[in-house]
């Protein structure tokens, strides 16, 4: 057991993170479906504080690569979703949690900041940065679950901004250093995610909503999320990585947003039919890219090897 322990991931926080998120898109459909996938999301949180605690040297060592740090924000984005469905059961015990992750993810773009962004080198940019900063935005989309809405109207404005200001920063990156280490490749998919948790935040914590901001927000999202997919082919041809979380919330949150902006548009008087097309897509796909990486990284925790041919079949 320890030694499957000590094979985890920072990253599979990512996944812990997915599969939360995939719990509340499928809980239209069901609410068995919903919770199949939060106790998945919470057995890879649990295996994820195994790792804190009995192996902290590796899990520091880790957060001195930009890469590593900045995907380890998932974690309270994950924890954050994560204490809403335990809020039923207990309600004082969650709040807490949820606090607890709000300052956790603060803490993380404290220490993020002052580690790697007082001089930022472009070629360590990566698209895992947007989860540090508007990652945030995460406090907005469950904050009304406790009343707190002042905090995620606060999270949504955060993350808003940054999402502006590291566009242009980590697409600057991709323009001019295209060049991309295999390992890190899979975090392209992340361009589609910040974007649709800013919209998804947007129409959960803030009050007086804006049509305009509402279909800007969504326009760039479906922009994104269409280019993210015009390379998602080659990159779950590229052999397993830790990076193949970026998999599952960014594709998750795309359907999320879209549903969300959906009912947004019913509620005012716009018969938005041809967005739901889009939504069984987005759906559909979101649930095929969180079974198959949860697929992935159980062959790789469980040290299950993978022929060429068989990769190539599957793959």
């Known amino acids: 057991m320890r030694s499957l322990i000590k094979r985890v991931p920072i990253p599979m926080s990512g996944v812990m993170l997915g599969c939360a998120a995939l719990g509340n ?15 998945i999301s919470f057995l890879i949180f649990t295996l994820l504080l195994f790792k804190a605690v009995l192996y902290p040297n590796a899990v520091k060592e880790d957060l001195k690569n930009p890469v590593m740090m900045s995907v380890s924000a998932t974690f309270p ?3 954050m979703l994560l204490s809403v469905y335990i809020k039923p059961f207990f309600s004082t015990v969650a709040v807490i949690i949820w606090f607890l992750a709000v300052a956790l993810h603060l803490l993380l773009i404290l220490f993020f900041t002052y580690r790697f962004m007082k001089k930022v080198d472009m070629k ?15 406090a907005g989309v469950t904050a009304p ?10 999270a949504f404005w955060f993350g808003f901004i940054s999402f502006i200001a590291l566009l242009a920063l980590v697409g600057y990156r991709h323009i001019k250093y295209s060049e991309i280490p295999e390992p890190a490749q899979a975090l392209f998919c992340i361009f589609t995610a910040p974007g649709s948790l ?6 959960q914590s803030v009050e007086q909503k804006s049509l305009v901001l ?14 993210v997919l015009a390379g998602l082919i080659p990159l779950l041809k590229l052999p397993f990585y830790p990076s193949y979380s970026a998999f599952t919330f960014p594709f998750v949150i795309s359907a999320i947003a879209s549903k969300q902006t959906a009912g947004f548009l019913m509620k005012n008087g716009i018969q938005a039919l041809y967005l739901q097309p889009v939504i069984w897509v987005q759906t559909i796909l979101a649930v095929l890219l969180v079974c198959y990486t949860l697929l992935r990284y159980c062959m790789f925790l469980l040290q299950v090897k993978v022929s060429p041919v068989k990769a190539q079949a599957a793959n």
């Open 77 to 79: 984005m994950g924890t």
């Open 124 to 138: 360590n940019v990566y698209a895992s940065y947007f989860i540090v900063y508007v990652g945030i935005a995460a």
């Open 198 to 203: 800013c919209l998804t935040a947007y129409l």
């Open 214 to 227: 509402v279909t800007g927000l969504a326009v760039i999202s479906l922009v994104l999320y269409v280019m």
């Open 145 to 154: 679950a406790y009343h707190m809405i002042l905090i995620g109207t606060a």
């Open 25 to 39: 898109l499928l809980q239209s459909y069901s609410e068995g479906i919903r919770y199949l996938f939060g106790a």
